[in-house]
């Protein structure tokens, strides 16, 4: 089964660039299907990445953020080994975590 | 979160679209359904924002007062040939800046996304967003208490938001 998150966390110099891949549909609600019915709206509303307490970035989104949303960004403080967590929740209540270790 | 109803005949399926468009906690499609005036007035300023439906509200409910400022870069291509990935990074060189929003002009809801950035994390994301039609994608930046934006024009050859 395929990964629904990715996540990669690579130090480089006092900077550490996290890029996050969610897979998931993030439907509008607005696509209608073969047979012309609409595809019900389902995404992702929220995202949290965090290394150990530390909140790392924060998103707020809506269905206007294209299919299997992609994250970037960079922090600072992190040593190798760190573990950088990515938590998301959708419309729908469901969520799905999962961690990596910056390297 | 409720079990999902079966499937209705096909008179019915905009009714259930608009039905789970509001279970989704989709306030515009609520407003659309005719809820009252004074429900959204009771919303935080933030969830104003995100139901906005128009460009000039969605701004205004992010801060009455915002500063045009080329610290906020934009990176965006001239053209996107598929408006369904448009790709996006927006950077900030404004002192404290805490929030990161991306704002599509003609999009049905134009802020598209919300990045809060704690300290120790730098002013910069990068993402995809669907963009309905040519114009303006504006950033918003929020920092040290003052609200900021700047906004780039961006061509669409195919509109992202079906």
Request: net charge positive.
């Amino acid at each position: 089964m395929t990964q629904a998150i990715r996540i990669r966390a690579r130090l480089s110099g006092e900077l550490t660039e996290v890029r996050v891949l969610m897979l998931h549909p993030m439907e509008t609600g607005l696509r209608k299907d073969a047979e012309g019915a609409f595809v019900p709206a389902h995404y992702i509303t929220t995202v949290q990445v965090s290394t150990g307490p530390r909140t790392l970035l924060q998103a707020r989104m809506t269905l206007a953020v294209s299919q299997d949303p992609l994250l970037s960004f960079r922090f600072r403080g992190a040593k190798p080994g760190d573990p950088v967590a990515v938590r998301w929740l959708d419309n729908r209540g469901r969520q799905q975590q999962a961690q990596t270790l910056v390297v | 979160m409720t079990p999902k109803p079966p499937k209705p005949p096909a008179p019915h399926r905009r009714r259930e679209c608009l039905a789970q468009l509001a279970q989704g906690g989709l306030w515009a499609a609520l407003l659309t359904c005719g809820l009252p005036r004074a429900a959204s007035a009771a919303a935080d300023p933030l969830e104003l924002a995100f139901d906005a439906t128009s460009l000039d509200r969605a701004l205004q409910a992010m801060g009455e007062h915002q500063i045009l400022s080329r610290d906020i870069v934009i990176t965006l291509p001239d053209v996107a040939e598929d408006g369904a990935f448009v790709a996006i990074s927006v950077g900030s060189a404004l002192p404290g800046t805490s929030e990161i929003s991306i704002v599509v002009e003609h999009n049905p809801n134009p802020l598209v996304v919300q990045f809060t950035l704690p300290e120790g994390t730098e002013p910069f994301v990068a993402t995809r967003v669907k963009v309905a039609a040519s114009g303006r994608v504006y950033a918003v930046v929020q920092a040290d208490g003052k609200v900021y934006a700047n906004y780039r024009e961006l061509q669409v050859q195919r509109g992202g938001c079906a």
